[in-house]
């Protein structure tokens, strides 16, 4: 999801906060919100975009890449993320507005 920073600008906080609650977990277990993405590899490229976007000047203010389970310590789990400072030329910004897969992930321009 994205959002206009224009709009949304102090409720950054609370948007941190509400990413923080979501309970990452396998999909069976119950009271999951964020399960695990399919495989190692789809970790890898959400990885990445996350990485794309620090690269490219946006800031990473909820950072799910170093996500851990306790129950399933090589899950491919990655919490979510809050990025700002994003701007429409972003590898950010275009694959995630782009893909399904992200849903978790909120990016504030």
Same mark, same amino acid.
């Given at each position: 999801? &994205?959002?206009?920073?224009?709009?949304?600008?102090?409720?950054?906080?609370e948007?941190?906060?509400?990413?923080?609650? &979501?309970?990452?977990?396998?999909?069976?277990?119950?009271n999951?919100?964020?399960?695990?993405?399919?495989?190692?590899?789809?970790?890898?490229?959400? #990885?990445?975009?996350?990485?794309?976007?620090?690269?490219?000047?946006?800031?990473?203010?909820?950072d799910?890449?170093n996500c851990?389970?306790?129950d &399933?310590?090589?899950? #491919?789990?990655?919490?979510?993320?809050?990025?700002?400072?994003?701007?429409?030329?972003?590898?950010?910004?275009?694959?995630?507005?782009s893909?399904k897969?992200?849903?978790?992930?909120?990016?504030i &321009?």
């Open positions: 999801m &994205y959002i206009s920073l224009d709009k949304y600008q102090n409720r950054i906080p948007l941190i906060e509400i990413g923080k609650t &979501y309970a990452v977990n396998a999909g069976h277990e119950p999951t919100s964020v399960g695990p993405l399919i495989s190692p590899e789809a970790k890898q490229r959400v #990885n990445d975009i996350i990485k794309s976007a620090i690269d490219e000047g946006a800031k990473v203010v909820l799910g890449r851990k389970v306790k &399933y310590p090589k899950g #491919n789990f990655v919490g979510s993320t809050v990025i700002t400072g994003v701007e429409p030329h972003m590898t950010c910004y275009k694959v995630i507005l893909n897969q992200c849903n978790h992930y909120l990016l &321009y």
